[in-house]
Each structure stands twice: as structure tokens, then as C-alpha cells.
């Protein structure tokens, strides 16, 4: 077991310097941190109304970065080792397969980690920077000021920001399953993409169907059924959204679904090393 | 669509009540579906700021009823939609020049404050467990329907759900007198003082409570007291 670990964590280490030494996610980090450190221009709206505006923005901008990162990476994992004949160089070592697999997965998650790391605490700098500026406009009143640091420093935008995490290691997940069976990355991407907004979509059309008060046959349920099994619900992930609002959001309801994505990465894992384990390279 | 899918979906049937996807633009609609809800919402705000600058009232309509569509769980805008019909229309409609006729301008006027008040009320359900649009819908019943006694079971139902602002209280009361009902406002208010004990937190004015107290009773005394002459 620990020469296993050991050798996956050999994978994602090359796998996490490999990405770091592309421009292209360093590119993608200075947008992000241009796009949030810019999103500081709607002054004429009441305070609550910028930090709603700025965590939205902060939050898009997080998880829009960690999609293309995700995807961009992912697509060049498997795909592009096998074009340039390095996997038989890896894998003819004493390297499973399904090593490699979970190898390429950690590197990808570590760098995603280490670009969230950032941007998160670009995004807490802008919000203290935002907090300074109205604290500033609304004077001394202490109701005002009690309530503008109440937005700015509420701890549950770290479980908002944990909500993000966990989705977009679901989605470097998917990528990293297609990646098993793909021989190019556009097949990759369009995939992910693909399963991502279908996994937005699935619960709001299930939900329409249903309140519709239709009768399917068993063909269409089966068809549903499987579509809900296999397809992560990403509706799950919009208590983002509620904690945004300034609901109240249970740790209980962030945990149930932080451990539905450790379970869905799992499987999804599990799955592609069982694909790649029978694939002729 | 027909008029009742219209109604079912979006909650009113006017001429702005079109598709959803129709309303919001290929690239909202997508931003929506791809999990930037609360993006495609903020971005409909901004266009109805824009709109409420040019006055246009059914594009403020629209956009803040497709931001409530988008996310129904954020309270500021069901607030901020109220506040543009109910009171921003409404008073728009009330001083439009191109219509002389007063009755006319009335009419519309006071069909922007049912809009706004039916859109706080499906507000009041979508976010049950504030306070601010229950006291939004009290402030909407005593400004601009002038309907005291409902505005106080607004603001009680605010109060209920213990996120209200102090001062709120004493609203409860002063509707009630607002409402011809000196003698409720006093048991109210008498009720009230007896609530905050002997040692009252300053932040619930026991003082603007007596004060109130001692009005009503020289009220309710004085008026008894014409009647026995």
C-alpha cells in the first residue's frame, strides 16, 4: 500500500509541475485575479446590493476559472501522453495502471487546489478592500458598520467556497474518466461540457416533468432513472447561492454534499481505471 | 404559450410575459443553465437599473420578474422589485404629463402598487423565514394602500420571525392607531411595555413606548369622557 502511494504521488507530482510550467493556466490565474480585483465598480447600489454583485462575481469567476482549468488540464492528460508515446515510457515501469489513473487525478486536483488557493485569497482581499471603502462612505453609524462587516467576514462564505471546490473536483473527475477513453482532447472537453450542463439541467427538467402530472412508460423512467444515477447533480452545489443570499446554510447540508462528491469522484475514479485497465495503447 | 402556461410560469400573463429563454438572451440563458444563476441574475438587476433610469417601467418589471425567477431565495430582489413598481411606477404613472385625465393616471398608478404588492407577497412565500419583506409588504399596505390594519399583521409577522428591526414593534402599534383602533394601539403598546420588564433593553425605546402609552390613554380617557358629557 505505501509503495502504491508512493508511486501515485510520484504521477501527481509530475503531473502537477507539468501544468504548473503551462502558460496557459498561468494566464487563466491572471485573468481571474484582474477579474476579481475588478469587480469593485458598482458604487451607485446600497451595500448589500455591491457585496451580492461582488460575491457572485468572486464566486463565477472562481468556478469558471476552475472549469477551464479543469477541462484544459484533464484533456491533456491521458490524450496527449499517449499522442506523444510517454504513457508506455510510465507505464512500463512498476506503475499500475489504475495508479497512473489516480496519479493524474491528484496532480490535477493539486493544481487546481493551489489556483483556488489564490483566487480565494485574492477574492478575501477584495472583499476586506470593499468592506474598508463602504465602511468609509457610510460613516460612523455603528448599525451600518456592524451590518457591512457581517457581509464581508461571513463564515459561511467558507463553506461556499468548499462547495465550489468540491464541484469542480467532480468535474476534473469526469474529465479525467473521459480522458480514459478518449484519443483527442476535444473529445474530452466536449464531454465534460456536455455532462456538466446536463447535470444542471437534469433535477429542474425532472422536477418540471413531474409537477406536470404526466405518465411516462417504464422505458422513459428507466431512461430518466439512469440518466439521474450517472449524471452528478449539480443543483446540488446551489446552496452557493443561498449562502450569497445570506441564508442560513447548515454545515450538515455542506457536508452531505461534499461527501456526495468525494463518493461521485470515487466512483468516477474507480470507473476509469477499470476502462483504462483494458485499453490497448 | 397560452395565457394560463404564462400565469403558471412566470406569475403574471401582461405582454412582457413571455418565454423565459425568450426574455433572457441566448448568453443569460446559458450563463443560467451552466450554473451562473446568481450572475445572470445580478446582470438582470444592472438592466433594470438602467431601465428604471429611462423610466422604462415595463423593462424594470421584466427584468426584476426574471431575477426573482432566477433566484427566488434572494430577498433583495424581491425588495428592490416591489420598491420600483410600487412606488417608483406608481408615482411615475401618477405624474405622467401625457395623460391629463387624473382618474386615468389614478387607475394605473394603483395597478402598479397590486403589482408590486402581489410580487411581495409571492416574495413573502419564496423567503418565509426573513423578516424585511414582511415589513416591506407592511410599508407597501400603510404608504401606498393606505391599509393600517393589514400593515400591522405585516409587521407582527415580521416580528415573528426574530430577525426584524426593534423599532418595528412600535409600527405594529402606531398602524394599529393609524387605523382607528386607538384603543388596540394602547392594549398593544400596554402589552409591549410589560414585555420589556423592568430593566428594558435601550435599543427597544421603552421611553417612545410610554410616551405612546400615556398619548393613547388621554386619548381613549378624553374621548370617553366628550361621550359621558
Redesign the interface.
Known sequence: MRESWRRIRAVAANTFLEAVRQKVFAVLLLFAVVLLGGANYFAEFSFQEQFKFLKDLGYATISLTGLLVGLLGAAQLIPAEIERRTILTALCRPLRRWEFVAGKYLGLVSLLGVMLAIMGTVFWFVLRWKEAQLIGVEGGEAAAVQAIQAEARDPRLWQAFALIAAKLFVVCGLAVFFSTLATSTTFVVAMTLMVYLIGHLQSVAREQWLESGEKANWLLQAFLAGVALTVPDFTLYALIDEIVAGNVVRWRSTLEVLAYSAAYVGVLLAAAAWLFEARDL | MTREQRLATVGFSGPTAVAVREKLGQGLALAA???????A??VL??QA?GAWERQQWIRVRSNLELATLL?P????FWD?ASWHLAWNAAVAAEQYGGEENETRRRIEARRWVEAGRELLERGTRA?P??AVLFQRLGDLYWQRLGDYRAAADCYREALAKGDAPAYLERFVGYALERAGDPAGALEYFRELRRSMGSSPDPARRPDLVDREIEKLERQTTGSSGDRRR
Open positions: 443553465l451552466g450554473g451562473f444563476r446568481g450572475l441574475a445580478n438587476m444592472l437599473h433566484q431565495r434572494v430577498a433583495l428592490l423567503v423565514e426573513k
